[in-house]
Nanobody, 119 residues
């Protein structure tokens, strides 16, 4: 069984910074894609940033230059450093890992963490 635990959300003023973490534990053979998604009230969940096992990254246009995704393979952890936060970044942020626990790769979601940016 695999568990994902997110942390780092909170309330911050516009222009501020937050760092999200998502740590996976349990039966883990390997992780290929690690990503962050977000869902604002009344909106669909959207991809924010992805990082693959080789280190290549991909960002939504709205966060390019402000957010940085990174991973620590030894700790099975993915991070999202968010700088120059804007009120439009307010959402519940979810991590998603493409993870092999011994029976092939499956998508695993974190529980979500609230990020609120005040103007």
């Amino acid at each position: 069984q695999v568990q994902l635990v997110e942390s780092g959300g909170g309330l911050v003023q516009a222009g501020g910074s937050l760092r999200l973490s998502c740590a996976a534990s349990g039966s883990i053979v390997s992780i290929n894609v690690m990503g962050w998604y977000r869902q604002a009230p009344g909106k669909q969940r959207e991809s924010v940033a992805l990082i693959i096992s080789g280190g290549s990254t991909n960002y939504a246009d709205s966060v390019k230059g402000r957010f940085t995704i990174s991973r620590d393979n030894a700790k099975n952890t993915v991070y999202l450093q968010m700088n120059s936060l804007e009120p439009e970044d307010t959402a519940v942020y979810y991590c998603n890992l493409g993870l092999n626990s011994g029976s092939g790769f499956r998508s695993h979601w974190g529980q979500g963490t609230q990020v609120t940016v005040s103007s």
